[in-house]
């Protein structure tokens, strides 16, 4: 997969969670998804200790939220691409880009499969409730650990649940 792509996807997941969660934080979203897609691991520096005081000035308030809603779309966009993966080893190189149309738009307003095949790629693959748990519980350990305060959490995992729910019924 090409990286821009995987920039790409993962860039529009974390930005629906922080439109819901912190919409203060959108106007500084680009630079900071884009510092991430650079060097995930410097922009999350400090992350991991959530009894951190923070300070009032501008960069400590834009990095509350946004690098963890990176990091939990980037670790979820891993999970997903895991559960199609044998679908796309089946498929070859045009499943992949069926499931990346199918990412980053969704179905057709339709509801009919974006494939000639009758909805056997895997575009068409579906999550039960048990793997959208096993999402949802992997993002709240993964805010957690990254310092987010229980409330953000909570924010942060509803709107992650919520945009993969629209794009399944999409």
């Known amino acids: 997969m090409v990286a821009s792509d995987r920039h790409e996807l993962v860039t529009a997941l974390a930005r629906s969670m922080v439109e819901a969660a912190a ?26 200790r959530p009894d951190q005081v923070l300070g009032a000035d501008l960069d400590t308030v834009v990095t509350l939220i946004s690098p963890v809603a990176l990091a939990v779309a980037s670790s979820t966009y891993r999970h997903l691409l895991d559960r199609t993966g044998d679908a796309l080893v089946r498929r070859g190189r045009s499943g992949l880009g069926s499931l990346m149309r199918r990412l980053s738009r969704g179905r057709g307003r339709t509801g ?42 909570d924010l942060l995992v509803a709107a992650l649940m919520a945009n993969l729910d629209r794009q399944e019924r999409e």
């Open 23 to 48: 919409p203060q934080e959108l106007a500084f979203f680009g630079p900071v998804a884009a510092a991430f897609a650079r060097d995930p691991d410097r922009v999350l520096v400090g992350r991991h």
């Open 112 to 153: 009919e499969p974006d494939d000639a095949d009758g909805g056997t790629s895997p575009a068409a693959v579906t999550f039960d409730e048990g793997q959208l748990a096993e999402v949802k519980e992997a993002a709240t350990v993964q805010a957690r650990a990254l310092g987010l305060d229980e409330e953000q959490v």
